[in-house]
C-alpha cells in the first residue's frame, strides 16, 4: 500500500514538472526557485515499544513515567516551483525538519536504594523529504491548500543517560541508530494567508503522517530497542502533523 502511494505520489511530480500548457499564467518563480520558509511544526506518534522499554529499566512502576508521543522543532525548506494557472495553482518543494523530544524520569528514595539513578532520554526524529500541493485561491487573500503530500525520510537517533549522585561524571550514556533512513509520507490540507501577494504569506497546515519504525539499534554493542521478544515496535504508526511557516518569495 505504502509503495503504491509513493510510486503514484512521484508520477504526478514527474507529470506536472513536464506538462506545458498554453493558458497558463505562471507565478513567481516558475522557472526557478520561488522562495523559502521556515516556521515551526509538531508530529505526533505513537511510540509503545520505546516507552515500554524505557519504564522497565528505569523501574519506572509508580509515579512518573517515560511516555514519548510528539516530537517538536523547526521545518525550513525551498519551494522550488510555484505555478499559477486561472483557477488553481500547484507547488513543488523540498524541506528539512527538527523535530526532537526529551524525558527526565527520577525514582523517589527507598530503603533499597538510597540514591536511585535518573534517566533522561532524548527521541530526535529529524527528516527530509520532498512535497507537492494543490489549491485554489478562497477568499481575497485567503488560498485553499485542497490537498498537500509529503514523501519523508527519517533518520531518528535516540540518546539514553543514565545519571546517578554518586557515580560523579561516570555517567552512563548510549546512542541508538536506524540501519538505514525510514521512508514514510504525509496528506493533509492547510490555508495560505497572502500578506504581501508573490512576495510574503503565511501557512498553515495539518497533516496526518504514516511512518513506522520497527527498531534502533545501539551504536556500541549492538542490541536493539525494543528487544526482539517484546512483540511491539520502536515506532507502530505515525500521527497528526501540524506547521505554520512564513514564506518568502523570490521572483524569477
Request: aromatic share 16%.
Amino acid at each position: 500500500m505504502k509503495q503504491s502511494l509513493i510510486k503514484y505520489f512521484l508520477v504526478v511530480l514527474t507529470l506536472i514538472s513536464f506538462s506545458q500548457v498554453s493558458s497558463q499564467t505562471c507565478g513567481f518563480g516558475c522557472l526557478g526557485l520561488s522562495g523559502v520558509y521556515g516556521g515551526y511544526s509538531l508530529q505526533q506518534y505513537k511510540a509503545d515499544g520505546l516507552n515500554n522499554y524505557l519504564n522497565i529499566i528505569s523501574n519506572s512502576t509508580h509515579g512518573s513515567q517515560f511516555d514519548f508521543n510528539e516530537g517538536r522543532g523547526f521545518k525550513v525548506g525551498i519551494n522550488l516551483v510555484r505555478a499559477d494557472y486561472p483557477n488553481f495553482f500547484f507547488t513543488f518543494k523540498g524541506y528539512y525538519q527538527f523535530l526532537y523530544e526529551t524525558q527526565i524520569v527520577g525514582n523517589e528514595l527507598d530503603l533499597v536504594d538510597s540514591f536511585p539513578p535518573t534517566y533522561e532520554a532524548k527521541l530526535e526524529m529529524n527528516n527530509w523529504g520532498i512535497g507537492l500541493d494543490l489549491g485554489i485561491p478562497l477568499l481575497g487573500f485567503i488560498d485553499w491548500k485542497i490537498v498537500e503530500g509529503e514523501l519523508k525520510f527519517f533518520s531518528p537517533k535516540l540518546e539514553i543517560r543514565v545519571v546517578n549522585p554518586l557515580w560523579n561524571s561516570d555517567n552512563l550514556e548510549n546512542t541508538y541508530t536506524p540501519d538505514k533512513v525510514k521512508m514514510g509520507f504525509s496528506v493533509g490540507s492547510g490555508l495560505i494567508f497572502n500578506i504581501i501577494e508573490d512576495y510574503v504569506s503565511l501557512e498553515a497546515t495539518g497533516m496526518y503522517t504514516f511512518v513506522e519504525i520497527d527498531y534502533l539499534t545501539n551504536d556500541l554493542d549492538g542490541s536493539k530497542i525494543p528487544t526482539e521478544d517484546s512483540g511491539s515496535k520502536f515506532i507502530s504508526r505515525g500521527g497528526l502533523q501540524a506547521f505554520i511557516q512564513l514564506n518568502v518569495g523570490i521572483p524569477f
